[in-house]
């Protein structure tokens, strides 16, 4: 299953933008968003349980990223706002039937994934 991530751009630092992406839907368990900077490892950004609502997020981004989904469309999204260039980097949205919350945060525990999408925060 190939998830189709969109939204990202360039923008200026304390602006906003809101990533989209087109999930499984309902044999989704968690899905989640990582994100990989230029020379860094791909990192855990948030996540939510698709039927709960419940999220999860990186400290790094408490408080100025919300996940949130519409089960309806099977869609998921990641609100950014007040970016900084430190943001800068490719967005990955990834979805799981199987996946736990003590693993929500790891990579392997989500088979389907998006293609990324580029967000860049000039200062």
């Known amino acids: 299953v190939q998830l189709q991530a969109s939204g990202g751009g360039l923008v200026q630092a304390g602006g906003s933008l809101r990533l989209s992406c087109a999930a499984p839907g309902r044999t989704t368990r968690y899905a989640a968003w990582f994100r990989q900077a230029p020379g860094e490892d791909r990192g855990f950004v948030a996540a939510i349980n698709w039927n709960s609502g419940s999220t999860y997020y990186a400290d790094s981004v408490k408080g100025r990223f919300t996940i949130a989904r519409d089960k309806a469309k099977n869609t998921l999204f990641l609100q950014i706002d007040s970016l900084r260039p430190e943001d800068t980097a490719v967005y990955y949205c990834?979805?799981?039937?199987?996946?736990?919350?003590?693993?929500?945060?790891?990579?392997?525990?989500?088979?389907?994934w998006g293609q990324g999408t580029q967000v860049t925060v000039s200062s």
């Open positions: 990834a979805a799981g039937p199987s996946v736990i919350l003590s693993n929500i945060e790891s990579q392997t525990a989500y088979p389907y």
